[in-house]
């Protein structure tokens, strides 16, 4: 029904029809303001339904629903000699989309999660309206990041993610919200400006391509910022040997390779993050209100991976597969160290955020192993914490919102009185820590079975987090929901419907994907492989 659609474009910039709702809405209307907010998420996520639904597995081509239109073209200014004897020179930036399955697979991760913190956003208390305009052009930056198939586009929808992140930090979170907020811009600002640093490089070395001019019968060239032209110059070294021009005299290799990389590679650990390069993230766990760190830990979160997959793994395996030792050593960090600190934290949004950092460190394992498995398990990672963060910090919002506190010290014997949040934060608590039949399992196994064929100590090591993670992951829940409750809490009401529904959500795709993991491994095995390949090639020749 859809097939001759604009289906991602759809996906990306339906929020936005929100926005425009929005604009027209008496901003004191806030009954009215959070309904079409909540509205606004629904579209993006039926049309990502169509899109994971669509998705051809069995088809040769891995990027598919692909658009493309010109978006901005420079003439690069050559004399007049130089015209005589060349064609025209233009740098490049279209607008260009496309969905493999690892973005079919983030797309939809997105519209659920966005959805699910929309409707968690009921507790917002003041201004509504600027509220959910910033919400839903998150949620465009989110979805545009996963689609977008042109380094320059990739850069606007990831910009735009942290300016409105930021401003939704530091406008609606708690009482040290603008520090949280600076810390952000200034961590993912820097983040930002190693990215385009390296998105640059690849631009004017790897970008390059060669045409005739029709009009001239001239050789032209165009600087171009296209994945697909970028990656495969880069994959066929003999054809990218020939672009060597007086326009383009240098390839990407060497030591301007390895430059590339480790911008690329230190823009996206920042975000994802990797120690010690996680200390923002913990502020903004720590202060931004509870519907934000919903996204921000089930989707923002997961661009680094992302990026380090697409970017990393995907334009350098070369380089990648000889700083795997060193991603795996930062992996089994984020682990212990993340697992270690939770231990010993008592504020429950500090439980999760160390936990997050932890759990980061399975997705770099994953990507160490450089393997079927081990890609597939940092991916499935990724998808499953995104689930299972969200609804952990869905739940840990609805019960500040009835007690006033995050203090584990101070909570107790809540199952009492609210044993359906309490249930469910358990569960989300057993997939955390990776019982088999959730979600958590089957990627913790993938990624350490993928480690374990090249690096068996580093594997081992990693497993501890496990262990750790089920300490304290039981230690902080038990205590919020069994023992005595105080007085005070004796009036605490269980979820309403508009909390319990998107509680049942999350908990329920954590669980067909613990028990069903092919409806995501199908999707994402033609990207794994991809790149799996591409690495081995490399290797070989």
């Avoid at 992302?306 to 990393?312: E, N, S």
């Avoid at 949004?349 to 980061?360: G, I, K």
């Avoid at 940092?378 to 689930?387: C, E, I, K, N, R």
């Avoid at 993991?517 to 799996?532: F, G, K, N, R, W």
Wanted: hydrophobic share 55%; with cysteine; charged share 15%.
């Amino acid at each position: 029904m859809l097939d001759n659609w604009p289906l991602l474009s759809l996906i990306i910039f339906s929020p936005l029809l929100g926005v425009l709702v929005l604009a027209f809405l008496p901003k004191h209307n806030g009954r009215l303001i959070k309904i079409v907010g909540i509205a606004a998420t629904v579209l993006p996520l039926l049309f990502s339904l169509f899109l994971f639904a669509g998705y051809d597995r069995e088809s040769a081509n891995s990027v598919q629903y692909t658009e493309e239109a010109r978006w901005i073209a420079v003439d690069l200014q050559r004399d007049q000699s130089e015209l005589e004897q060349l064609g025209s020179l233009k740098l490049v930036f279209n607008y260009k989309v496309g969905a493999d399955g690892l973005s079919v697979a983030m797309i939809t991760l997105t519209a659920v999660v966005a959805l699910m913190a929309a409707l968690a956003s009921v507790h917002i208390k003041k201004r509504w309206k600027l509220y959910f305009i910033l919400f839903l052009l998150l949620e465009t930056g989110m979805l545009g990041v996963f689609a977008a198939r042109d380094l320059f586009l990739f850069f606007v929808f990831f910009e735009v993610t942290l300016v409105t992140t930021f401003f939704l930090i530091g406008i609606w979170g708690f009482k040290h919200r603008e520090k949280a907020a600076n810390k952000f811009l200034i961590y993912n600002g820097i983040g930002s400006a190693f990215m385009l640093i390296g998105f640059l490089l690849l631009v004017v070395t790897a970008g390059f391509s060669l045409a005739i001019d029709g009009d001239a019968n001239l050789p032209a060239g165009t600087y171009s910022a296209d994945l697909d032209v970028i990656a495969a110059n880069l994959n066929d070294s003999g054809s990218f040997a020939n672009l060597i021009t007086r326009d383009n005299p240098f390839q990407l290799t060497g030591g301007l390779a390895w430059f590339a990389f480790i911008m690329v590679l230190l823009a996206f650990a920042i975000k994802l993050p990797v120690f010690p390069f996680h200390t923002w993230m913990l502020k903004v766990h720590g202060e931004a209100p509870p519907a934000v760190v919903m996204i921000h830990s089930g989707i923002l979160l997961k661009m680094g991976g992302y990026g380090l997959v697409r970017f990393g793994a995907g334009l350098f395996p070369e380089q990648i597969r000889d700083f795997a030792f060193v991603l795996a050593l930062f992996g089994v960090i984020n682990i212990l160290y993340g697992a270690l600190i939770a231990f010993r934290q008592t504020d429950i949004r500090l439980v999760l955020a160390y936990s997050s950092v932890s759990h980061m460190g399975i997705v770099l394992l994953g990507i160490a192993a450089l393997n079927n498995a081990g890609l597939q398990g940092a991916l499935f990672q990724m998808v499953s914490h995104g689930l299972i963060s969200a609804l952990l910090f869905l739940i840990v919002g609805s019960l500040y919102e009835r007690t006033g506190t995050f203090e584990t010290k101070e909570l107790g014997g809540l199952a009492k009185t609210a044993p359906f949040m309490c249930g469910v934060l358990l569960a989300g608590g057993m997939a955390s820590l990776g019982l088999p039949g959730l979600s958590g399992f089957v990627s913790e196994f993938m990624a350490f079975v993928g480690l374990f064929d090249t690096m068996p100590v580093m594997t081992a090591i990693g497993v501890l987090g496990i262990i750790l993670t089920a300490a304290y992951v039981l230690r902080a829940f038990l205590r919020m929901t069994y023992g005595p409750m105080p007085e005070r809490f004796e009036g605490v009401k269980d979820a309403r419907l508009v909390e319990a529904f998107p509680m049942a959500v999350l908990l329920a795709l954590i669980v067909l994907i613990g028990v069903y993991p092919a409806i995501l491994s199908e999707s994402l095995q033609q990207s794994v492989d991809v790149i799996v390949q591409n690495i081995a090639g490399k290797i070989g020749g």
